[in-house]
């Protein structure tokens, strides 16, 4: 079955600079890739997504970017701020949303003043 | 977006006693549904595949007759955990999807089992 592993664990930045967590996944036939927030206690938030035929996509400040060859994938946020503070996890499923989605092991993103 | 409710939201119970959780689609039908467990400060580990009208498919590992899944409708999915355990507490969130499109989650259900 399909393995995501995500790094780092835990990412400390200031206010105002950039974040990137990455992930690799083993599965070649998975082609969706979402990103998702949380909050302590809360519903995982999609934030942004990607589909296997699509290299790039960014949405204000949240970009991600695919490679299918070296299969991993990477999210971006820049201009940090408090806010961003939470859990941000990847997924890879094959066939889209409505499939089921392996999850990496989450990133504690601290945005600090 | 579309919309998916679990309840209840939290729920304490003793030791060898049964908890049901419900999770519904309330704008849309939904022939699929996901179950995930998520234990604290780790990841969502999906448990289990809802069908509607069939069986539910559970993910290696997963007592199928501790976790009953019943998936009687469209728009209903239930998720009894049977004779729980203090090892059984933990968020339980399930999932659904519009047309295959991204996924949409209940808001979870803290078991705490006593």
């Known amino acids: 079955g399909e393995n995501v592993e995500q790094h780092p664990s835990t990412l400390s930045v200031q206010e105002g600079d950039s974040a990137v967590i990455k992930c690799t996944y083993s599965d070649s036939a998975s082609n969706y890739f979402p990103w998702y927030k949380q909050e302590l206690g809360k519903r995982p938030q999609l934030i942004i997504d990607?589909?296997?035929?699509?290299g790039e996509k960014k949405d204000q400040r949240i970009a991600v970017t695919l490679n299918k060859t070296a299969k991993h994938f990477s999210l971006h946020i820049t201009e940090t701020q408090p806010e961003d503070s939470a859990v941000y996890f990847c997924?890879?499923?094959?066939?889209?949303?409505?499939?089921?989605?392996?999850f990496g092991t989450g990133t504690q993103l601290k945005v600090e003043l | 977006g579309a919309v998916v409710s679990q309840h209840p939201s939290r729920v304490i119970c003793k030791s060898g006693t049964s908890v049901k959780i419900e999770c519904r689609s309330l704008?849309?039908?939904?022939?699929?549904m996901f179950w995930y467990r998520q234990f604290p400060k780790q990841s969502l580990m999906l448990m289990a595949t809802?069908?509607?009208?069939?069986?539910?498919?559970?993910e290696q590992g997963v007592e199928k007759d501790k976790f009953l899944i019943n998936h009687a409708s469209l728009t209903l999915s239930t998720l009894t955990v049977t004779s729980a355990h203090p090892e059984d507490s933990s968020f339980y969130i399930c999932s659904a999807s519009v047309r295959n499109t991204e996924a949409f989650f209940g808001q979870g259900t803290r078991l705490t089992v006593v």
């Open positions: 809802s069908n509607e009208g069939s069986k539910a498919t559970y």
């Open positions: 990607i589909r296997s035929n699509v």
């Open positions: 704008d849309f039908q939904a022939t699929t």
């Open positions: 997924a890879a499923s094959r066939g889209g949303g409505g499939n089921k989605l392996t």
